[in-house]
């Protein structure tokens, strides 16, 4: 490797990582913001918070390098141009092709790196994350219950006044308030002077024992006069046993993603069976919905031979009901009403049932191809933010941070309105997890040609040649009338 090569890659390289990780450092603590909730008073250790922040961090690399790359090019390049370097370089007759040389194989090794980065390290960090979040309300149980307030568990709400015990499993003066499908409203209510969380890490259900309390139940009779009355039940217990089913408290927030981001954890081998499996189930869900709609039109019925008995003149305008009796065409008319509206609630039933396998077979498209536009978005950054460097001639954290930031912003948010469309069905899977990438390519191109031809990034005598054309055509035409 010449000296100079080994100047730029040692100058790109410094920048590199300074900026990867100060960038990594302000997203992971972005992601402690967004789940301060989840992670906040809830007797967690600082190992368990340090799981959850690792296991998270792998999903923000492709948030990162992408930036980091565009980040770094603008800064190097800017300061070489900056600096006069470009300008020795040129003088000696080094040409910024050249000068991107040994930093062009360096980006496509950390694309081909981001490339088996996303497509091994991120499912499994996605698996132990999710994972990681089902399980600690199960290893910690009291996590799932906050002192002084009420908690809503399911089919209860819980008031504790104080938690104890290694685990938080032990709890003071608590109230419940059951819910009940029929009845909204707190009419059941259990108080109890100790409590303990009894859970197991391999099942979703939480048994809270309740010892020396009280069970209150209000009771609403048939006869609306007893119903003044208000009457209710009390009972005294030693020990009473809730078992809570955690399984609905997890949907709110783990299950859910679990859902929505379960693509986010196969890979490109098991995203393309999964992507065969449910295509070929969508495909075969949506003919036979078809075949069955087709058969309750009654059309096969039309086509049986019949042999008719005497010739019959039907007007168009009038239909074949006058040809049955009152009590006969009301029949007719009703049984047909009853089957279009049966067939309209099927059709608008199993159009929402489509719509939802559509999404989640979209999901695991764009999935799919977001394994491979991350390494490929690395390399259109790269010539993205280098001549562009070259062209503004700033380095440092000014000018070219805003840049930088601006370019992707811009192709970040392209990028999300572009998956939420095909996400919806609106765009294919293909175009709207590569359309952002494919925006910036031609822009890279187009600054590299400016960069490399010493040209500025804009020329504005462009637009102001064909006025001054103008203008001095109709000069010497006023003066040719003038003579």
């Known amino acids: 490797m010449k000296i100079l090569d080994r100047y730029i890659l040692t100058s790109y390289l410094r920048t590199f990582f300074s900026v990867f990780v100060i960038l990594m450092f302000i997203f992971v603590l972005q992601t402690i913001w967004l789940y ?7 007797d967690l250790d600082a190992e368990i918070i340090f799981k959850f922040l690792l296991y998270f961090s792998p999903k923000l690399v492709p948030l990162v390098l992408p930036l980091t790359i565009l980040l770094t090019s603008i800064m190097t390049f800017g300061n070489f141009a900056e600096n006069y370097e470009f300008a020795a370089m040129k003088s000696a007759g080094i040409s910024l092709q050249r000068a991107m040389r040994p930093l062009t194989f360096f980006i496509l090794l950390v694309s081909i790196t981001a490339f088996f980065f996303s497509n091994n390290v991120i499912p499994a960090a996605e698996y132990k994350s999710i994972n990681l979040r089902r399980n600690i309300a199960q290893l910690k149980p009291a996590m799932a219950i906050s002192e002084g307030v009420f908690n809503d568990l399911g089919q209860i709400n819980i008031k504790v006044e104080e938690k104890s ?44 024992i309740l010892k020396d309390g009280n069970y209150y139940d209000e009771i609403i009779p048939d006869s609306p006069r007893d119903r003044q009355k208000k009457p209710f039940a009390k009972s005294y ?45 969508y495909n075969e869900d949506l003919a036979s919905f078809s075949r069955n709609m087709y058969s309750r039109t009654g059309v096969e019925n039309l086509k049986r031979e019949t042999t008719a008995t ?18 006969q065409a009301s029949q007719i008319v009703n049984l047909a009403l009853g089957n279009v509206n049966g067939a309209l609630v099927t059709v608008v039933g199993k159009r ?9 077979l979209n999901k695991f498209e764009i999935a799919l191809h977001e394994k491979y536009v991350l390494g490929f978005a690395c390399i259109v950054l790269f010539f993205v933010g280098a001549p562009l460097g070259a062209i503004i001639r700033k380095g440092g954290m000014g000018l070219p941070m805003v840049i930088a930031v601006l370019l992707f912003l811009s192709y970040h948010f392209i990028g ?29 191109i187009f600054l590299t040609y400016r960069a490399t031809t010493d040209q500025g990034l804009f020329s504005f005598s462009i637009l102001f040649e064909p006025i001054k054309k103008l203008l001095k055509r109709t000069h010497i035409m006023g003066r040719s009338q003038k003579d």
């Open 36 to 42: 301060i909730g989840e992670l906040a008073g809830k």
């Open 416 to 444: 999300i309105f572009a998956k939420n469309s095909a996400e919806e069905g609106q765009v294919s899977p293909f175009l709207g997890t590569w359309l952002s990438t494919l925006i910036m390519l031609p822009l890279g």
């Open 310 to 327: 005497e010739d019959t003149v039907i007007e168009p305008e009038k239909g074949i009901l006058p040809l049955y009796e009152t009590h």
């Open 237 to 281: 217990f030693q020990e009473y046993v809730i078992n809570m089913d955690l399984s609905g408290f997890n949907d709110i927030d783990l299950d859910e993603e679990n859902y929505s981001n379960s693509h986010n954890m196969l890979k490109i081998s098991e995203l393309t069976r999964t992507i065969d499996s449910f295509s070929t189930s």
């Open 165 to 208: 015990g290694e685990r938080g499993q032990y709890l003071k003066d608590v109230i419940i308030h059951k819910k009940n499908e029929r009845r909204p409203g707190n009419y059941t209510v259990i108080k109890a002077t100790e409590g303990e969380l009894v859970g197991s890490t391999g099942s979703n259900v939480l048994s809270l």
């Open 352 to 360: 929402t049932e489509l719509s939802q396998a559509s999404k989640r």
